[in-house]
């Protein structure tokens, strides 16, 4: 256990010596980047990443990080394919919540796909970033542009389409429950509609907050 202990504080040492400056082709960033990378890293910038990828302890914690969240994204979308798929297969056994209707029908089978390609995606990534190397990733990462938003939107891409079917999900629901004829059914799904805005609402003025709060950091 020492002398792996020593071989890492070794190596360590050695990736500081030969650590490279960020290339000034991820300095230059638009807006959108940098929305995408706070995303995917948790920091409008890749200078924290950059360094990561200079020690292989630093880009083991990284790389463990991204793969729980990958595989917190496939469980979701797991959940999200079982549910859409007992809804989409079987009709509504309550006559006055009908979600066999054309619009929440369509909602439920596009959050269907939606959840599928999610799997899909997230599988992908996470199978990428197992068999990531250190170096192959600094390589991938310096010429900027398109290769640095397509290993941005590797991490981003499988979250988004989650979100995208959580939410044709809740909007099926939502349409389903105000369609009913039942009063109880009606406010039941009100209440859901004006809890689902204020969960939205604060994640996205959470995300704004922090955003704005790792800026000045930068």
């Known amino acids: 256990m020492a002398c792996s202990t020593e071989l890492y504080v070794n190596a360590d040492k050695r990736a500081l010596a030969e650590e490279q400056p960020l290339p000034?082709?991820?300095?230059?960033?638009?807006?959108?980047?940098?929305?995408?990378?706070?995303?995917?890293?948790?920091?409008?910038?890749?200078d924290d990443h950059w360094k990561s990828?200079?020690?292989?302890?630093?880009?083991?914690?990284?790389?463990s990080r991204l793969c729980s969240i990958l595989a917190?994204?496939?469980?979701?979308?797991?959940v999200l394919l079982a549910i859409d798929g007992v809804f989409v297969s079987t009709g509504s056994p309550v006559p006055s919540f009908d979600y066999g209707l054309p619009d929440p029908h369509c909602l439920l089978f596009m959050s269907?796909?939606?959840?599928?390609?999610?799997?899909?995606?997230?599988?992908?990534?996470?199978?990428?970033?197992?068999?990531?190397d250190r170096h192959w990733t600094q390589e991938q990462l310096k010429p900027g542009g398109y290769f640095a938003l397509s290993y941005l939107l590797s991490i981003v891409t499988p979250i988004f389409f989650v979100a995208w079917s959580l939410n044709c999900f809740m909007f099926a629901m939502l349409i389903t429950g105000f369609n009913s004829q039942g009063t109880i059914c009606r406010v039941v799904t009100?209440?859901?509609?004006?809890?689902?805005?204020?969960?939205?609402?604060?994640?996205?003025?959470?995300?704004?907050?922090?955003?704005?709060?790792?800026?000045k950091s930068c």
């Open 53 to 63: 990828l200079h020690s292989e302890q630093a880009f083991e914690t990284v790389r």
């Open 24 to 46: 000034e082709t991820l300095r230059r960033m638009s807006l959108l980047m940098r929305i995408i990378c706070f995303l995917a890293l948790g920091r409008p910038d890749f």
């Open 72 to 78: 917190s994204t496939i469980t979701a979308a797991s």
């Open 112 to 132: 269907l796909m939606l959840a599928m390609i999610a799997m899909l995606t997230s599988g992908s990534s996470m199978i990428r970033w197992v068999h990531a």
């Open 190 to 215: 009100a209440l859901w509609m004006v809890t689902y805005v204020v969960n939205v609402g604060t994640i996205m003025i959470d995300f704004i907050w922090k955003y704005a709060k790792s800026l």
